[in-house]
């Protein structure tokens, strides 16, 4: 079982950058496709970005050309870089297994886009 902890977060004028990291631990971290999840107040959780074991990404439209998500499996540590962020980015952001949603998740790191 892979768990997580996520840090980063942070309050930044809409325009500007945030760099989230997700440190895994888990045997398992180098084969598991991590997705960086986000949720807003009063909103369900969303997928915004993943990517598997051998680097192919995947992002939601939402933040497609802003956000770019890697990973250091020697560091079992996924990374989301954050550009051109808009109010509509604030959010807790958490990292993830994806596809195994229901094991326990981390506390996730808040970030706040101020207008």
């Not at 840090?7 to 398992?28: D, F, K, N, R």
């Not at 180098?30 to 959780?45: D, H």
């Not at 939601?60 to 509509?88: C, H, P």
Request: a positive charge; charged letters at 15%.
């Amino acid at each position: 079982q892979v768990q997580f902890v996520e840090s980063g977060g942070g309050l930044v004028q809409a325009g500007g950058s945030l760099s989230l990291s997700c440190a895994a631990s888990g045997s398992t971290f180098s084969i598991a496709t991590i997705g960086w999840y986000r949720q807003a107040p009063g909103k369900q959780r969303e997928l915004v970005a993943h990517i598997s074991s051998g680097g192919s990404t995947n992002y939601a439209d939402s933040v497609k050309g802003r956000f770019t998500i890697s990973r250091d499996n020697a560091k079992n540590t996924v990374y989301l870089q954050m550009n051109s962020l808009k109010s509509e980015d604030t959010a807790v952001y958490y990292c993830h297994r994806v596809g195994f949603e229901g094991s326990p998740w981390g506390q996730g790191t808040q970030v706040i886009v101020s207008s």
